[in-house]
């Protein structure tokens, strides 16, 4: 095995000089360019530290070498990167010691890849710029020379030597082959990771490690041709699929290396084999994560697209005198359901956002009273309708958080909804706000079904339900929902229980801000009726039926269902306000904007759409929409945006 070392200091007549760092401005292609060459550098990580020895920039490259992220490793000193024991006590701090002097020193060992896989490294720090006398940091330029430092010890014919050093690669398969593919030596590796002892392997061509009956591409077999290539070469990587003694198939990151003796002439071919399954495996894991994430906001999007008429038309309905009760009965039913399948489309678009740690809030000083009581009346008509008592108490005087009002009405109508699910009918839920030590804690007890103490932090999770299959309702994800937003605050949820037929408390605790309630903006009164809109969506039913309740809101209101005719109703009908959707099959929103804007004057235009994220919400602000209305839009959401107008 190679021995640890540090590079003589460079000749005096050799310059110093730190890679180039690109300008900010006029070399920005050049910058983009030395990124993709360091990214597609294969087997060697280049990364930079302080003078003291600790990370502080992370390239690609040496994410492929680690499989560590940026944020993992900043900060960490050198040593942290290699094997216990694999240097000597001291060596990364004379390493360091022998570059501040010599402006470039090497160091040769054992260093550990975040899956805890070895590999064996020269590492070489070069000194950055210096800085009152003494370098700003140095670059490191980490090879993985495991292959090549074996090969070497073979050319030596140190055979013993070599013996301890493959057999220390328990999670490679090393290897020596003829020249045809015949396998002359098997080690400790080979036989851990395919199942075949030593002398089962030697003597076999290397083609048992391959699929069995795979078909061969260009009538040439993956063996073969990895070993032509190699022969003419000298080297050959790529990944291959292989199997095992048993049958099993993985997937693996074979290299091979031509050998040759002390007389430079070629003696075999040195083969290696790492198993790569697991990590192919969690990739195939996090792209098939994210094509699940994407199709959770388009179906988020679909769904709603065709709620967005139904609650116009209940709202209708609803602001209509109507003489015959069962239809008034009858809307009141389809709202309240309306009003649940709205919240679980919600909540099914920001599952994405909880499992890839995206879910993000929009913190302002609010005045908690209030995103209690809108949480309170969104749910209140299910309490109702199951016969429940519903207790809230505030404290007498207001109190104040630093929170996203939305997502806060968000968890305590998840936890609300809850307490009315798993509450039998007539059941009492009580809610209590207070401000304790500092912080404001709500309290949401019910006398319901409880909890088993060993459910309490598992309920919490994704997709976890309690009791039978006959028992559960819901998807499972609205109190992992709460819970991830409640801890964006800052703040924590937590579940208690005496146990099960003994009720359940949810608390939830968020600073509270010291601020005076004058200060907080509210809504002004009134609807802002007497307006002229003109509501420009492809979906007949959703323009006709918009169209329909501004009518009844005492507006003037237009339907039109593409772009092009919006562009000419704008002319005859001279609008106020435009609702305008953002996907139409002959032109977008974001191309029928300016053309609305260059056709009259003042005009006050919203995004009218059924994506609500805040990525989307800022490119319509980008856009210079006047504000970003997301369907199913209540009548509510619909008055404080033209009250934003007045």
């Known amino acids: 095995m190679p021995k640890q070392d540090t590079a003589a200091p460079m000749p005096a007549g050799m310059a110093r000089r730190a890679p180039r ?32 020895g600790t990370v502080r920039r992370w390239s690609e490259a040496a994410r492929n070498v680690y499989l560590y992220d940026e944020d993992e490793v900043s900060g960490w000193h050198l040593s942290r990167f290699y094997a216990a024991g694999s240097v000597a006590a001291g060596a990364s701090e ?32 070069v000194a950055q710029p210096e800085v009152d006398g003494g370098p700003a940091g140095f670059l490191v330029i980490c090879r993985d020379i495991t292959v090549e430092a074996a090969a070497g010890e073979q050319a030596s014919n140190a055979g013993q030597r070599v013996s301890q050093l493959l057999d ?41 490690l391959y699929p069995r009956g795979a078909p061969a591409e260009d009538g040439v077999p993956a063996e073969r041709a990895a070993l032509e290539a190699v022969r003419s070469t000298g080297h050959w990587a790529g990944e291959e699929r292989l199997q095992r003694h048993d049958g099993t198939m993985l997937r693996c990151r074979v290299r091979q290396l031509l050998l040759r003796d002390s007389h430079g002439s070629v003696s075999g071919i040195l083969w290696t084999a790492r198993d790569v399954s697991d990590a192919a495996r969690l990739a195939e894991l996090e792209h098939a994560g994210h094509r699940v994430q994407s199709f959770l906001a388009i179906l988020a999007h679909e ?17 209509t005198p109507v003489t015959d009760p069962r239809i008034r009965h009858c809307s009141e039913i389809i709202g309240r359901q309306l009003q649940l399948l709205t919240r679980l489309v919600t909540d099914l678009m920001d599952v994405g956002r909880v499992t890839s740690g995206k879910l993000k809030v929009q913190p302002v000083p609010i005045l908690y009273n209030e995103a209690v009581a809108a949480a309170v009346e969104a749910v209140r008509p299910a309490f109702e309708s199951a016969a429940q008592r519903l207790d809230v108490r505030l404290p007498p005087n207001p109190v104040f958080v630093n929170g996203d009002a939305a997502r806060l009405e968000q968890v305590l109508s998840n936890l609300l909804s809850n307490a009315t699910k798993y509450t039998a009918r007539g059941g ?67 579940a208690s229980s005496a146990g099960e037929g003994q009720g359940s408390t949810f608390t939830v605790l968020l600073p509270r801000v010291e601020m ?131």
Request: glycine share 10%; net charge negative; charged share 20%.
């Open 21 to 52: 760092v690109p300008a900010a401005a006029g070399d920005a292609a050049e910058a983009a360019r030395l990124h993709d060459w360091l990214g597609a550098l294969e087997g060697t990580a280049l990364f930079e530290v302080t003078a003291q």
């Open 94 to 125: 004379r390493w360091l010691a022998d570059a501040r002097a010599g402006a470039r020193a090497r160091l040769r060992g054992w260093q550990v890849r975040r899956d805890g896989t070895a590999f064996f490294a020269e590492a070489t720090l």
């Open 168 to 208: 220390t690669l328990d999670d490679y398969a090393v290897c020596e082959l003829g020249m045809e593919g015949d396998i002359r030596s098997w080690s400790a590796g080979a036989q851990a990771l395919f199942g075949y002892a030593a002398a089962e392997a030697i003597g076999s061509p290397v083609g048992i």
């Open 303 to 319: 769904l709603r697209n065709p709620l967005a008429p139904i609650r116009n038309a209940v709202d209708v309905i609803r602001l």
């Open 428 to 494: 009492s839920i009580t809610v209590t706000v207070a401000a304790e030590e500092g912080n404001v804690v709500t309290r949401v007890t019910d006398n319901g079904r409880g909890i088993a103490p060993a459910a309490l932090d598992r309920i919490f999770s994704l997709f976890e339900q309690e009791g039978d299959d006959t028992a559960r309702s819901g998807l499972g994800i609205g109190l992992a929902l709460a819970r991830a937003i409640v801890e964006a605050h800052g703040g924590a949820v937590q």
């Open 516 to 646: 005076d309630g004058a200060s907080v903006p509210r809504a002004s009164a009134g609807i802002g009726a007497g307006r002229r809109i003109l509501i420009v969506d492809d979906s007949v039913d959703s323009a006709d039926s918009m169209a329909e309740l501004l009518a009844v809101l005492g507006h003037q209101a237009t339907p039109a269902y593409t772009g092009m005719q919006a562009l000419a109703l704008v002319e005859s009908f001279a609008p106020d306000v435009v609702l305008l959707d953002l996907e139409m099959p002959d032109m977008s929103g974001f191309e029928v904007l300016p053309r609305l804007r260059a056709a009259r004057a003042g005009l006050r235009v919203f995004a009218l759409t059924g994506r609500g994220t805040s990525e989307d919400r800022r490119r319509t602000e980008t856009a210079g929409f006047d504000g970003h209305l997301v369907k199913p839009l209540t009548v509510d959401a619909l008055c404080r945006a033209l009250q934003t107008l007045d």
